[in-house]
């Protein structure tokens, strides 16, 4: 049986004639959704599968088709007679341009056997001649198809066209299937000293015939090996015996691909540290020459490694290029990408691709010396010079975790003075790519979440007019859902419900913290303005921000004041963890602190009106009763809604207290969601956070109350139920139950028990009266939406904690509030 | 909410022929949103009164529209609905009394013709404009008005009256006109976003202002309120940001116009001249400024409602106008002002419409020759700024930049408050000396040259109202 293989990113171009049976041969080996068929777009554009009129804008449709599979790295079978050179042209070009390869695959089939197929479907109604004519045109085809610009052809004829095999193989840039984990080593330049220092630092076994590692680490070098220093002809046999043992990886360098062609005979200019290769390299063997040339020769542009979650490359690649093949992703790989100019040194001027860098894949390269490796968009340059004098670099992954080694001396002369390969990006500036449209964010805890045009529409005006800079605004915090409706008589909610269904996720201790009725406000402060100049880049002698759930500043003339007297009151923690900075998450008290205006407007409107219309009504129906009118059910209702109308006011007025600058205001902080290196949300329980928080001592500072609950103790669960109730019926607003320690998959973080008459203030004034209404409401929604948002915070937190660049983080914070404006009932 | 209506005709009793409603009994009025009923607290021969109670029950309401409706938010549980006497009294007592409203009462049909002695109540009347609105809406159609205001919480006296007001009216007035009066003016009193909004308004209003609504000193206000309530651009994504954020929804609208009646009080202009408003000639002169530096494409960051893009569009020499907000509701009120739905092709193409913001750096908005910064620098927080200079001057590069804001030292030629702003959205306002101190330093960082000119009359003292910068780039890249 034939067996023929196609790439398993690549075009696959079907060519026969009419009747040749390319769609059946396309049926049996592609998936439909792989296969393009010019008739199918034919009938797309006419209603008409064989309308030829219609033939160039059907065409126009399969390549426009077949352009977005590409991009989107697709494997595609154009299913079209492509006898002629100028369609197979298109389709060749159309796959360079999206730096994929393409296969042909001829079905060459007799005359008459294709003449015989047609003629036994009517809708094939054209005549013979056609047939005659492909024929001729593929035959022409034949002779030189080899010359077209396939990476192969493969002809089928006669029965090999039934029988044969189709068999997929493998970039070779794919290594996904590796994970590591791997120690990245940048530009050696024949450095072999401080490469066998480099390895030994890294914990690796170094011996004369290579290297292990006892962890078994692999090491992926990131070419230029050779050239300029001392020994290249050592660190090629100590590479190239890893390699051959299966303990390292390496890519092509541009100097690696010169020395080929210097070794080649071609004509090369001798320069930038060439010389001492060839100089080197000819005190060797001439075996040895012939290995080193084999190797250099078949190293490749670049490797995609641990699920494609690695790319290592040279010069780096952007994401486009990435796991394709062309030539201008090898020179993109081997050389980086150039504006065209030159500088003041005659080199060229390398254009900053990892600025515009938004790939998911971390991207390590080297190629351009730098002072110090940084990152760049998830990209990382590991070339510190070691021949020039600097320092030789290794990146653990996926620990994230820089090593190096100083150089020995100064072996080589730079032509010009190492600077930062990229100019770092101004940490102030997004761009509207990282937010617009619909957006998919990635994200550790939840998975891939989308936003939708809608939403980030409504999140850009609030954002951009309201929010407070956004390298403060590194977290907002989720919603929250209430648990499900009580089945206790004249409750809406009630503890019983929450801790049953943290007991159903196998949840054992919950903590239950004090709902503070208050505006939620994150708290982000640096202990000194240089710290706030290192982490988060403002470098204008501010130290922090306090900030609303949309990220608007609180207070906006006392916001100085506020943060100094926090970060005073912060003091304590700066010890405790280690940092310099933190991010606290807080209630700010009182409400109308905040709110006032929204209370004016819409609660206290609404308990100025009931105050003076209901006892204006209940004196009415009491003189009608007075007069013997049968009003007695309304009118004893209208007295009950004055009732609940007084305790409506009561509700929203325990929640207001005249402030005056920063007097009377008071921060409640609940959770320590970050400080350096640690997104100590997602690593520290509850107990912890409350007890860190503990340590702050203040008068601005409220401690939040509460208790833990072991979800198997019915005395400890009903101790709880009484706290609960006491709270809430002193006035509290209620309680928020949370798993005690961070809980992995589709739990919810926190769920909110309210109070009774705190939720006057939410259903309105006589929502008791309406239970059996109100009781059938639908929380799903609400739920799934903490659940995306949490996963969204956590992630902006953690990138945050990993020192990920602004527009990562702000990426993830967007997203919450753009998911804030879903229509999910406010209510709830 | 309550509604009561009284007589001290004699016998006094005869208000319910006139309202076809028993005195002795107690009627009931299903209406879509509540129970309305009808009962007499006293029903004397010198004095009766009819009493209009609506029982509204939010929740029930809310629940039975469904998620899909508009208005889906917290506002709908928690509002003034059961207690104030909003539009929705009057669309219960136009159905309620909707003979008497028509005049018609087979039995005392000479009373139901002439003016009676009345005497009407709403305890809690939304009155947005305060008791004056009241008395000048109520007065001219023969009432005696009283209106007191109620304060909002007595709890807290610093927070001032609520919108309502407790209203009285006595007069002699034919009761069928009393019932259309205030058919017609509690929704205009209200003013509300309506909740719940019937069609055919324009009909309803000539019909129940028959007679008396051309007269009135106020008929255009009336007519404009009443009609008003009918325009609404739902933004609930923009809605629901707003309640989040404890933020009251109005507070945050775009800043569409400028300077909406803060024109210059004490005219300097001859008299007898018009003067031309300080927008008009604002405009007037960044379109001068940019036929001056000959760009043919321009990009108007910030077009608001787009009354630039307007006057660009009208010069064929400008052969393509972008504008860009930051507000999806600007630009929808920039597209209905520019027609861009019945606009020839030809004009259409020459124009672009897009959201976006100006502290994030946008491939879009590359390639033109000018941009425009038209009043819009004020409107964004001083820690901004640098991420907005970069965005256009670093990033975009335009070959000319116009920059115009108010000059604060004019303010004083205002009738503002001292150290009020003349937008409630400006950050900030600069004076001369820090507006010149901010172009120099852009044109320093990303080399461009700037040249500064007055828009409006410069005074000699304070200088003129608006001050306008028109920067050109040196260089390729600073």
Redesign the interface.
């Known amino acids: 049986m034939t067996e023929i293989s196609v790439p398993e990113l690549s075009l696959v171009v079907l060519v026969g004639v009419s009747g040749s049976g390319k769609s059946t041969f396309a049926a049996r080996h592609f998936a439909p959704t792989q296969v393009v068929s010019s008739d199918f777009c034919r009938g797309l554009v006419s209603d008409d599968e064989n309308d030829q009129t219609a033939t160039p804008e059907a065409f126009e449709l399969l390549h426009h088709i077949v352009g977005i599979r590409l991009r989107r790295g697709l494997l595609t079978v154009v299913d079209a007679t492509n006898v002629q050179w100028e369609a197979r042209k298109k389709l060749i070009e159309l796959a360079r341009s999206h730096d994929v390869l393409a296969d042909a695959i001829v079905l060459d089939v007799p005359e008459e056997v294709a003449r015989a197929r047609n003629a036994g479907r009517p809708d094939r109604a054209f005549g013979p001649h056609v047939i005659t004519r492909q024929r001729k045109e593929l035959r022409r085809s034949l002779g030189k198809i080899s010359k077209d610009g396939f990476r192969r052809v493969h002809v089928l004829r006669g029965e090999e066209i039934d029988e044969v095999a189709i068999a997929y193989e493998k970039a070779w840039t794919d290594r996904t299937h590796l994970t590591g984990p791997f120690d990245i080593i940048g530009d050696v330049h024949g450095c072999r000293a401080e490469l066998e220092s480099l390895l030994v630092k890294l914990g690796w076994k170094v011996g004369p015939d290579g290297a292990a590692h006892p962890e078994g680490r692999t090491a992926v070098f990131v070419g230029d090996l050779v050239d300029r220093g001392p020994d290249t002809p050592g660190v090629l046999r100590l590479v190239m015996n890893m390699v051959e043992a299966g303990t390292a990886l390496c890519v092509a360098g541009n100097h690696e691909q010169k020395l080929v062609r210097a070794l080649d005979g071609r004509k090369v200019r001798v320069a930038h540290g060439l010389e001492r290769s060839l100089e080197q390299l000819a005190a060797e063997p001439e075996e040895f020459r012939a290995a080193a040339r084999t190797f250099m020769d078949g190293l490749i542009s670049h490797y995609r490694l641990d699920g494609g979650r690695l790319v290592v490359a040279h010069a780096g690649l952007k994401e486009a290029y990435q796991g394709r093949a062309s030539g201008r992703v090898r020179a993109f790989a081997l050389y980086g990408d150039t504006t065209g100019e030159t500088d003041e040194y005659g080199l060229p001027v390398r254009y900053p691709w990892a600025n515009d860098y938004r790939g998911r894949a971390m991207v390590v390269y080297g190629h351009t010396p730098v002072p110090e490796p940084e990152w760049v968009n998830n990209t990382i340059c590991l070339d510190t010079g070691v021949v020039f004098g600097g320092r030789l670099t290794a990146l653990r992954y996926p620990e994230r975790e820089l090593v190096s080694v100083p150089a020995e001396k100064v072996w080589y002369e730079p032509a010009r003075p190492l600077a930062a390969a990229t100019p770092a990006r101004?940490p102030?500036?997004?761009?509207?790519?990282?937010?617009?449209g619909t957006r998919f964010v990635e994200t550790r805890s939840g998975g891939r979440i989308r936003i939708a045009e809608?939403?980030s529409?409504?999140?850009?005006?609030?954002?951009?007019?309201?929010a407070v800079?956004?390298r403060w605004l590194v977290y907002l915090p989720p919603t929250m859902a209430p648990p499900e409706t009580s089945a206790l008589e004249g409750y809406l909610e009630h503890p019983a419900e929450a801790f049953d269904e943290f007991a159903r996720a196998g949840v054992t201790r919950v903590v239950c913290e004090e709902k503070h009725m208050g505006?939620r406000a994150i708290a982000v402060l640096a202990r000194t303005p240089e710290a706030a100049a290192r982490r988060f880049g403002v470098a204008?002698g501010?130290t922090g921000s306090v900030y609303?759930?949309?990220g608007?500043p609180f207070f906006d003339e006392h916001v100085p004041e506020l943060v100094d007297r926090l970060r005073e009151a912060a003091a304590p923690l700066w010890e405790a963890l280690e940092t310099d900075w933190v991010v606290l998450d807080c209630e700010l008290l009182p409400?109308s602190a905040?709110?006032e205006?929204?209370i004016?407007?819409?609660?206290?409107?609404?308990?100025?009106?009931?105050?003076?219309?209901?006892p204006?009504?209940v004196?009415?129906?009491e003189?009608?009763a007075g007069?013997g009118?049968?009003?007695g059910a309304?009118l004893d209702?209208?007295r009950r809604?004055a009732h609940n109308?007084a305790r409506f006011?009561d509700a929203y007025?325990r929640y207001?207290w005249?402030v005056s600058g920063l007097d009377g205001v008071r921060l409640a902080p609940f959770q320590v969601l970050a400080c350096e290196g640690r997104a100590t949300a997602v690593e520290e329980p509850h107990e912890w956070h409350l007890k860190t928080l503990g340590l702050m001592d203040s008068p601005l500072v409220t401690p939040t109350r509460h208790v833990f609950v072991s979800l198997d103790s019915p005395e400890e669960r009903e101790a709880a139920v009484a706290w609960w109730t006491a709270l809430t019926e002193a006035g509290g607003e209620g309680m928020v139950v949370k798993p005690a320690a961070h809980q992995k998959g589709r739990v919810q973080p926190g769920v909110k028990v309210r109070g009774r008459e705190y939720l006057r203030?939410?259903?309105?004034?006589?929502?008791t009266?309406?239970l059996d209404?109100?009781q059938?409401r639908f929380t799903g929604r609400k739920r799934s939406l903490a659940l995306r948002e949490h996963a969204l915070g956590l992630e902006a937190l953690t990138r945050l904690a990993e020192g990920e660049p602004l527009w990562r983080i702000h990426e993830a914070v967007f997203a919450v509030?753009a998911l804030?404006?879903?229509?999910v009932?406010?209510?709830l | 909410m309550l509604l009561t209506i009284s007589t001290t005709l004699r016998p006094a009793t005869d208000l319910g022929f006139l309202l076809h409603k028993h005195p002795g009994r107690v009627q009931e009025f299903e209406q879509s949103f509540g129970m309305a009923r009808v009962f007499y607290p006293e029903a004397g021969e010198d004095r009766c009164t009819a009493a209009l109670l609506l029982e509204v029950d939010p929740v029930r309401l809310a629940r039975s529209r469904g998620s899909s409706s508009p208005d889906f938010s917290l506002g709908q549980y928690v509002n003034d609905r059961p207690y104030a006497a909003s539009s929705l009294l009057a669309s219960a007592l136009a159905d309620v009394f909707r003979t008497a409203r028509t005049g018609r009462c087979a039995s005392r049909q000479d009373l139901a013709d002439g003016p009676i002695p009345l005497e009407i109540c709403l305890p809690a009347l939304p009155c947005r404009g305060g008791a004056d609105l009241a008395h000048r809406l109520f007065g001219p159609l023969g009432w005696e008005v009283r209106a007191e205001a109620v304060p909002l919480d007595p709890g807290f006296p610093e927070w001032g009256e609520s919108r309502y007001v407790r209203l009285a009216l006595r007069g002699n007035v034919r009761l069928a006109d009393a019932l259309n009066h205030l058919y017609v003016l509690l929704p205009v009193l209200d003013d509300a976003k309506h909740y719940w909004l019937a069609g055919d308004e324009v009909d309803k209003l000539v019909r129940a202002g028959g007679g008396w609504l051309a007269a009135h000193p106020d008929k255009g206000l009336i007519t404009r309120r009443y009609l008003g309530r009918r325009w609404a651009l739902t933004r609930i994504a923009f809605a629901r940001l707003a309640e989040l954020g404890d933020d009251v929804e109005e507070t945050l609208d775009p800043p569409v116009e400028e300077e909406p009646g803060a024109e210059p009080s004490a005219s300097t202009a001859p008299a007898g001249e018009e003067r031309v408003p300080l927008n008009t000639l604002r405009r007037e002169a960044v379109v001068a400024a940019l036929e001056e530096i000959g760009a043919r494409t321009v990009l108007d960051l910030g077009c608001g409602s787009g009354q630039l893009l307007s006057a660009l569009l009208a010069k064929p020499a400008f052969a393509k106008v972008a504008g860009m907000d930051v507000s999806a509701r600007a630009l929808a009120l920039a597209g209905r002002r520019l027609r861009t739905d019945r606009m020839p092709d030809a004009k259409r193409a020459r124009l672009e419409l897009f959201q976006g913001s100006l502290t994030y750096t946008d491939a879009r908005l590359a390639g033109y020759d000018a941009a425009v910064l038209m009043e819009v620098v004020e409107h964004v927080d001083p820690p901004r700024l640098s991420a907005l200079e970069r965005v256009v001057f670093g990033t975009a590069r335009p070959a000319h930049v116009i920059v115009t804001t108010p000059n604060v030292e004019h303010n004083v030629r205002y009738e503002l408050l001292a150290g009020a702003r003349r937008h409630p959205d400006h950050r900030f306002e600069w004076s001369r000396a820090e507006f010149a101190r901010w172009v120099a330093g852009v044109c320093e960082t990303y080399g461009y040259a700037a040249d500064l000119r007055p828009v409006g009359e410069d005074d000699p003292e304070v200088g003129p109202p608006t001050q306008m910068a028109v920067f050109s780039r040196r260089e390729e890249r600073p």
């Not at chain 1, 203030?761 to 929502?767: C, L």
């Open positions: 101004d102030g500036v997004l761009d509207i790519g990282d937010v617009d809608e939403n529409r409504a999140a850009l005006e609030i954002m951009s007019r309201f800079d956004p505006s204008d501010t609303t759930r949309t608007r409400w905040k709110a205006g929204l004016r407007d819409q609660y206290a409107s609404v308990g100025a009106a009931a105050r003076v219309a209901l204006e009504a004196a009415a129906l003189m009608a007069r009118l049968d009003v309304l209702r209208t809604r109308a006011r007025a207001c005249p203030i939410i259903y309105g004034p006589d929502y009266e309406s209404v109100l059938r509030l804030e404006s879903e229509p009932d406010p209510r």
